[in-house]
């Protein structure tokens, strides 16, 4: 149980271009997702939380115009990367907290964003 | 703001060798969780400690809580190249995780 997808697993758009990123939590519903980005061989950095019906808590340095994030159901979250440029490529994850139980965060298996 | 401070960066040995990874913040955080990560995958969770001074061993993994809940240790003895990857910590902190830099482990066969 407690599986989380993502889609698409990698996408490469030319820059200027926006490129949507869907999370889904399988086998639960999810009052709170979280979105990361990480660059290569470093760590995971939190850009924002996403809560269902209402508007995501973005982290500081983190542009909300840019990184525009949905939560309209128990088992969706969308991050749309609005006009992409080239330092916008990173691997992008989300992870999701159960509506019920623990607090554990669940891992998606993450997108490659490649901005020409 | 809460840091996690994870060393070494990177770690590479011979298969067969003990290693340990730390994680050392001045914070005190209510849980402390250890993640593997693989090339283009998303981090997968090995343990959630919670309590000071817990102690938990999965397999040839042995993970430590301190006393004051603000670090937290991975052995591994024996290590294998199955083990190869990115090892993350992460504190819970206000409904958030704070993840460590991650240490990069290689092992040879």
């Known amino acids: 149980g407690a599986v989380v997808s993502q889609h698409p697993s990698w996408v490469i758009c030319k820059s200027g271009t926006s490129v949507k990123i869907e999370c889904r939590s399988l086998?639960?519903?999810?009052?709170?997702m979280f979105w990361y980005r990480q660059f290569p061989k470093q760590s995971l950095m939190l850009m924002a939380t996403?809560?269902?019906?209402?508007?995501?808590?973005?982290e500081q340095g983190v542009e909300k115009d840019k990184f525009l994030i949905n939560h309209a159901s128990l088992t969706l979250s969308t991050l749309t990367v609005t006009s992409a440029h080239p330092e916008d490529s990173s691997f992008y994850i989300c992870?999701?907290?159960?509506?019920?139980?623990?607090?554990?965060?669940?891992f998606g298996p993450g997108t490659r964003l490649t901005v020409l | 703001t809460q840091l996690l401070e994870q060393s070494p960066q990177f770690l590479s040995i011979q298969e067969g060798e003990n290693l340990t990874v730390y994680c050392n913040s001045s914070?005190?955080?209510?849980?402390l969780q250890w993640y593997r990560q693989e090339p283009g995958e998303g981090p997968v969770l090995l343990v959630t400690?919670?309590?000071?001074?817990e102690v938990k061993k999965l397999k040839r993994l042995t993970f430590q809580f301190g006393d004051a809940r603000k670090d937290s240790s991975l052995h591994i003895t024996a290590a294998q190249p199955g083990d190869t990857g990115l090892y993350l910590c992460?504190?819970?902190?206000?409904?958030?995780?704070?993840f460590g830099a991650g240490t990069i482990l290689r092992v040879k066969s």
């Open positions: 086998d639960f519903q999810a009052t709170t």
């Open positions: 914070s005190v955080f209510s849980s």
């Open positions: 996403s809560n269902e019906g209402s508007k995501a808590t973005y």
């Open positions: 992870s999701a907290i159960a509506a019920v139980g623990t607090d554990t965060q669940y």
């Open positions: 400690v919670v309590t000071g001074g």
């Open positions: 992460a504190g819970e902190g206000g409904n958030k995780l704070v």
